[in-house]
C-alpha cells in the first residue's frame, strides 16, 4: 500500500505525521521524503544514509550540421523549450520536460539526447525502516521529474508512507499519482481551511481515496471540523496544541518516542486508513463487475 501524505499549505504538520506514523509502524515501512525543494523528515527520522546517486534528465541536444531549421521541433514543444531562430536552434533546458518528441519527429535525426543534472536521492534506513529522499539541484526550476525518481526508487514490498511537498501545483499531484489515499494534514485556522479546500478538490479530481488529520485541534475555530462533514472527509486523528508537543519537535524528536502513549494513536491512525483503502478497493472490485 501506498499512502500520501499531503496538505494544502506548508507548516501543517505534514512531516510530523509522516515520520511519526512510519516510526510507529516500524519493521516494513519506506518512507519517501518528495519535498524534493526542502526536505526534513531526516531531521527527525535521523536515518543512516548508505549511499547517494546523482539524477539526471533527458534534454535534446542538436546536431547543426544536420538540421534542415524545419521547425517541426518547435512545433511539437508545447513548453517553448526549444526556438528556430535563422540557422540556430535555441535549446532551454529548464523548460524541457524530457517528453522526447522533438527527437522523434525531426526527419533528419539532428536531434539525440544528454543528461541535465536534477538533484540527488539519498538512500537510508533507520533500524527497519527504509528511507529515501530528493534534494533537488540549486537554480533547478521543475520538481516533479525529481519526485517521480524517488518514487520510482522505492521498493514495491514495503508500506510506502510518501512526505508530498505543500501546496496544490505540479510537485504534488506527482507525489499522489498512483497512490492508494491520500492523508491530509491541516489546521483549523482560516488559511487552513482555504487550502485544504484546494487539496481536497485535486484529490477529488484524482479519484483517491482521503482522510484527515487536523493539527493544533484545539485552537481556531470549528470551520475546517463543518467542512470535513459537509464534504464527507473522515477526520482520522486530531493532535491537541500541546507545549509538551512543541517541545519534542522543536528538538528533532519524534513524538511516539518521547510520548509513548502516542505510538498507540499512530498504530490506530494505520488501522483506519487500511478499512477505508480496503473499502474502497473492494467497492471497485463490484463496481467492475456489474
Same mark, same amino acid.
Given at each position: 500500500m501506498i499512502i500520501s501524505i499531503a496538505s494544502g499549505k506548508g507548516g501543517t504538520g505534514k512531516t510530523t505525521v509522516s515520520t511519526n506514523l512510519a516510526f510507529a509502524l516500524g519493521k516494513g515501512v519506506e518512507l519517501l521524503d518528495c519535498d524534493v525543494e526542502e526536505p526534513n523528515a531526516h531531521l527527525f527520522l535521523k536515518p543512516e544514509i548508505t549511499r547517494s546517486e546523482k539524477v539526471e534528465t533527458p534534454i535534446p541536444l542538436v546536431d547543426i550540421s544536420k538540421c534542415t531549421f524545419c521547425k517541426k521541433c518547435q512545433e511539437i514543444c508545447r513548453f517553448n523549450a526549444l526556438a528556430v531562430v535563422g540557422d540556430q536552434v535555441?535549446?532551454?533546458?529548464?523548460? =524541457?520536460?524530457? =517528453?522526447?518528441?522533438?527527437? $522523434?519527429? =525531426?526527419?533528419?535525426? /539532428?536531434?539525440?539526447?544528454?543528461? %541535465?543534472? $536534477?538533484?540527488?536521492?539519498n538512500f537510508g534506513h533507520r533500524d527497519q525502516i527504509g528511507f529515501i529522499n530528493g534534494v533537488m539541484r540549486v537554480g533547478e526550476a521543475m520538481s516533479p521529474p525529481l519526485i517521480k525518481q524517488v518514487r520510482a526508487a522505492s521498493d514495491p514490498?514495503?508500506?510506502?508512507?510518501?512526505?508530498?511537498?505543500?501546496?496544490?501545483?505540479?510537485?504534488?499531484? /506527482?507525489?499522489?499519482?498512483?497512490?492508494?489515499? +491520500?492523508? $491530509?494534514?491541516?489546521?483549523?485556522?482560516?488559511?487552513?481551511?482555504?487550502?485544504?479546500?484546494?487539496?481536497?478538490?485535486?484529490?477529488? +479530481? *484524482?479519484?483517491?481515496?482521503?482522510?484527515?488529520?487536523?493539527?493544533?485541534?484545539?485552537?481556531?475555530?470549528?470551520?475546517?471540523? %463543518?467542512? /470535513?462533514?459537509?464534504?464527507?472527509?473522515?477526520?482520522?486523528?486530531?493532535?491537541?496544541?500541546? !507545549? !509538551?508537543?512543541?517541545?519534542?519537535?522543536? %528538538?528533532?524528536?519524534?513524538? +511516539?518516542?518521547?510520548?509513548? @502513549?502516542? #505510538? @498507540? #494513536?499512530? +498504530?490506530?491512525?494505520?488501522?483506519?486508513?487500511?478499512?477505508?483503502?480496503?473499502?474502497?478497493? /473492494?467497492?471497485?472490485?463490484?463496481?467492475?463487475? *456489474?
Open positions: 535555441m535549446v532551454f533546458p529548464e523548460l =524541457c520536460h524530457s =517528453c522526447g518528441g522533438c527527437m $522523434l519527429v =525531426c526527419p533528419e535525426g /539532428a536531434i539525440s539526447e544528454i543528461g %541535465r543534472e $536534477l538533484g540527488t536521492i514490498e514495503r508500506f510506502t508512507i510518501i512526505d508530498a511537498p505543500p501546496g496544490t501545483s505540479c510537485p504534488v499531484i /506527482a507525489a499522489m499519482l498512483d497512490t492508494d489515499f +491520500v492523508l $491530509l494534514v491541516t489546521e483549523p485556522t482560516p488559511f487552513g481551511l482555504h487550502d485544504l479546500k484546494l487539496a481536497a478538490e485535486a484529490v477529488k +479530481v *484524482l479519484g483517491i481515496p482521503a482522510g484527515l488529520v487536523i493539527n493544533r485541534a484545539d485552537l481556531g475555530n470549528e470551520a475546517v471540523f %463543518r467542512y /470535513a462533514e459537509v464534504e464527507n472527509i473522515p477526520i482520522l486523528m486530531t493532535i491537541p496544541f500541546d !507545549r !509538551r508537543i512543541a517541545e519534542v519537535y522543536s %528538538r528533532g524528536k519524534l513524538i +511516539v518516542e518521547e510520548m509513548p @502513549e502516542w #505510538r @498507540e #494513536r499512530f +498504530v490506530e491512525l494505520f488501522s483506519k486508513i487500511e478499512t477505508i483503502v480496503n473499502r474502497s478497493k /473492494a467497492q471497485l472490485c463490484a463496481n467492475s463487475s *456489474l
